[in-house]
């Protein structure tokens, strides 16, 4: 009976390591992605660019951050000296037993001094 509950025992401490592992690195690119987004915000802030200029700045700083992203998932809102950025995405992430898909929404703001 000691035999089945280290096997048992055994058997949950790999699984749990198992779903952290292969959750850990998307929760990583989308805390790295908001670094970016940030930086981007407060870059622009102060900067004459349009939106789509912005947009496909966030895609290039997502690409980095391995993140795939396309145009209709980001929104940029502009108030006067304001910036806003907001970004929708999924990331699946195939494990044995169950596959999952993690929606992560990444938002900056920056205002003028």
């Known amino acids: 009976m000691d035999k089945v509950k280290g096997i048992i025992g055994l058997l949950v401490v790999v699984a749990f390591i198992y779903v952290a592992w292969s959750l850990t690195p ?3 690119n989308n805390y790295q ?3 970016d987004l940030d930086d981007v915000a407060r870059r622009n802030s102060y900067a004459n660019k349009t939106e789509d ?3 496909d700045m966030v895609i290039k700083k997502a690409a980095s951050d391995n993140v795939t992203l ?3 998932q980001i929104a940029v809102t502009r108030n006067g000296g304001a ?3 907001t970004v929708r995405y999924r990331v699946h992430v195939d494990m044995i037993v169950h ?3 993690l929606d992560f929404t990444v938002k900056s703001f920056n205002e003028r001094i």
């Open 70 to 72: 396309k145009e209709d």
């Open 99 to 101: 596959p999952v898909d």
């Open 26 to 28: 998307p929760y990583f």
């Open 83 to 85: 910036i806003g950025i």
């Open 33 to 35: 992605f908001q670094d």
């Open 53 to 55: 200029d912005i947009k």
